[in-house]
Structure formats: structure tokens, C-alpha cells
Nanobody
């Protein structure tokens, strides 16, 4: 049962920017660790950015300094601002929630029990 809904993907040239959004169905998700993952066909789904209940954030080395994850608690939403995009950022981006944790968010996809269907990002 899909609970999270992503939007904001698209095609952009290298060096450009995109902002992804993820909306949760209720404010319960504001208490959870949430994250953005991405996947390219034939490869493992990898973590990109993570955010605690209270706002501390963590990033994969490949996106540090370029991507920013944030939350809007009033809108039950998670965002990913992606700047200075590179062709290697291409993939399907998924929003995920870990209902068992509010902090010290885990970095592996197996810990996350709620997922969206994904939104495609293509950088050329």
C-alpha cells in the first residue's frame, strides 16, 4: 500500500536544479526518520539524504554540498533541493519513511517500511 507521493522529477541539463517533493498522508510521518533514495536500472537502490524527526540531516558523499533535504511539518512533506546536477544523478528517486525511528536514521533501504512510487530524474 503506497502511502507517500513524490513529485518534481524531470529532465534537466547538467548544472541545473530540481526540487523534489514528497507528501505523507498524515502528520504521524513527522515523527519518523525520512529519506530520499535513488535507483538506476540494474543497480541497488542507494540512499541520498536522510532527516531526523527534529531536523538533523545526513547526506551521501556523492551529493554533499549539492543536495539539501528539508521537512515542512505543517504540510507533512519532505523535500530534496538538488543543485549542480550531474549526469550520474540520473535515476528514479524514492521517498521513504522508517516508522521505527525518530533519530539516528539508518542509511540502508531495508530499514524503511513506507515508500513512494518514485519520480524520474534525468540529467543530460
Amino acid at each position: 500500500h503506497v502511502q507517500l507521493v513524490e513529485s518534481g522529477g524531470g529532465s534537466v541539463q547538467a548544472g541545473g536544479s530540481l526540487r523534489l517533493a514528497c507528501v505523507a498522508p498524515e502528520n504521524t510521518y513527522n515523527r519518523y526518520c525520512m529519506a530520499w533514495f535513488r535507483q538506476v536500472a540494474g543497480r541497488e537502490r542507494e540512499g541520498v539524504a536522510y532527516v531526523d524527526q527534529d531536523g538533523p540531516t545526513y547526506y551521501a558523499d556523492a551529493v554533499k554540498g549539492r543536495f539539501t533535504v528539508s521537512r515542512d511539518y505543517a504540510k507533512n512533506s519532505l523535500y530534496l533541493q538538488m543543485n549542480a546536477l550531474k549526469p550520474e544523478d540520473t535515476g528514479t528517486y524514492y521517498c521513504a519513511a522508517d516508522s521505527l525511528r525518530t533519530s539516528l536514521c539508518k542509511r540502508t533501504r531495508f530499514e524503511y517500511d513506507y515508500w513512494g512510487r518514485g519520480t524520474q530524474v534525468t540529467v543530460s
